[in-house]
């Protein structure tokens, strides 16, 4: 009897650990997530307001999750409140819609700035020389658990939803990146997914802006996308959900691989833009006759 006694509480003391997780998440999902929360929603992701109802309670639900999971620490005497950790969740959880993926489960932190912070970047010199360094970031994805964020800026990415900039998609999206075994731009599709298609697709628009930013051509997607495959994943997510009328119209098979991945078709939440002005023709005929 007491052999017995002792395996039962050895197997519960092992099962309890996973247990008692799971209870607790099912009971913070069990609650309907509150109104001032969704009036955050509401306020600084314009897309929500014109999603499908059912992706409207996805987003909902997934804010919920990543509440009760993740740690918010402020920096530098910043205070964290409600609505800041609302408005970073349901960004970040914006490129988890209609994906049956686990709410960033290598995530466990996101460190908030007031602004911009400077992070100690060594660079490496010829002959392998290192020169300490110092640079200003508005985010950085780190791959021990942790996403540090820029309140500014992260502000600057909810009040315009069109500009292509948004440091919580961007970094975020290093986040599913790394979920591959490390950032390179080749985020896991699933078991079955086209990675052949996938990697020319990115590898050919990669090398597109790469001839962009350096002859300073203009382009849909921000040419920091040019720096690596990683970051161009992350710029293009950020066009992606923000300029989808655009980066559908002059990268069509790069949006669909997006919208494959991601399983959402964000030009839904967004009217196209206006289309540009049609020329004068008084002006055609001056500079043909001029």
């Known amino acids: 009897m007491d052999a017995l006694l002792l395996v039962g509480l050895t197997l519960l003391a092992l099962v309890l650990p996973w247990l008692i997780p799971r209870w607790r998440l ?29 992706l409207q309670a996805q987003l909902r639900r997934l804010v919920a999750q990543f509440l009760h999971q993740k740690k918010f620490i402020g920096c530098e005497g910043l205070v964290v409140d409600d609505a800041m950790a609302v408005t970073i969740a349901g960004q970040a959880c914006m490129l988890l819609l209609n994906r049956p993926s686990k709410v960033y ?9 007031p602004s911009a912070f400077v992070a100690r970047r060594d660079q490496v010199g010829p002959g ?3 020169t300490p360094g110092r640079q200003s970031m508005l985010g950085e994805s780190w791959d021990d658990g942790r996403v540090v964020l820029s309140w500014d800026d992260v502000q600057r990415g909810a009040a315009d939803w069109t500009d292509g900039h948004n440091v919580v998609l961007h970094e975020f999206a290093h986040q599913l990146d790394s979920e591959s075994g490390r950032a390179n731009g080749a985020p896991y599709l699933g078991h079955h997914a086209k990675y ?3 990697s020319e697709v ?8 790469r001839w962009q930013a350096t002859y300073r051509q203009h382009s849909v997607m921000d040419h920091y996308g040019a720096t690596s495959p990683a970051e161009f ?3 293009a997510t950020e066009t992606f959900f923000e300029k989808p009328w655009q980066m559908a119209q002059h990268h069509a098979e790069l949006y669909a ?5 991601y399983g959402v078709d964000p030009r839904l939440w967004q009217a196209p833009p206006p289309a540009p002005p049609e020329p ?11």
């Open 257 to 261: 691989e997006f919208s494959q991945y």
């Open 202 to 209: 990115l590898a050919r628009d990669f090398q597109a802006l």
């Open 280 to 290: 004068d023709p008084h002006h055609l005929a001056w500079h043909a006759h001029g």
């Open 26 to 54: 099912r009971r913070a999902l069990a609650r309907p997530l509150p109104a001032s929360a969704v009036a955050v929603l509401e306020r600084q992701i314009p897309p929500y307001r014109h999603m499908a109802p059912d």
């Open 128 to 130: 392998g020389v290192v």
């Open 233 to 235: 994943f992350a710029v």
């Open 105 to 113: 489960p290598a995530l466990h932190t996101i460190l908030v700035y």
């Open 196 to 198: 052949r298609e996938w």
